[in-house]
Nanobody
Framework: QVQLVESGGGLVQPGGSLRLSCAAS????????MGWYRQDPGKQRELVAA???????NYADSVKGRFTMSRDNAKNTVYLQMNSLKPEDTAVYYC???????????????WGQGTQVTVSS
């Protein structure tokens, strides 16, 4: 089984920065892709950024130039560096992952528990 654990959320003033982490643990053979999503109450969960095994990243238009997603393969961890934060970035941030869990190529897909990010003065 695989677990995803997010950390790094909190309260920050507009214009500030936060760095989120998402660590994958368990029966991991390799990781195909990991992503960051966010969700406000009453709204749909939206993709913020994603990184695939080849290393390429995609970002939502609303965060391009402000957020940077990176990964540490040795730690099975991805990060989301969030700069120039705005009140509209307030949400619960979740990470997801597609993980290869065996040499036969079988995969696991799941979500972390989420971490709250609040941008407010």
């Amino acid at each position: 089984q695989v677990q995803l654990v997010e950390s790094g959320g909190g309260l920050v003033q507009p214009g500030g920065s936060l760095r989120l982490s998402c660590a994958a643990s368990g029966s991991i053979f390799s990781i195909n892709a990991m992503g960051w999503y966010r969700q406000d109450p009453g709204k749909q969960r939206e993709l913020v950024a994603a990184i695939v095994s080849g290393g390429s990243t995609n970002y939502a238009d609303s965060v391009k130039g402000r957020f940077t997603m990176s990964r540490d393969n040795a730690k099975n961890t991805v990060y989301l560096q969030m700069n120039s934060l705005k009140p509209e970035d307030t949400a619960v941030y979740y990470c997801d992952a597609e993980v290869v869990i065996g040499p036969d190529g079988s995969t696991w897909y799941g979500w972390g528990q989420g971490t709250q990010v609040t941008v407010s003065s």
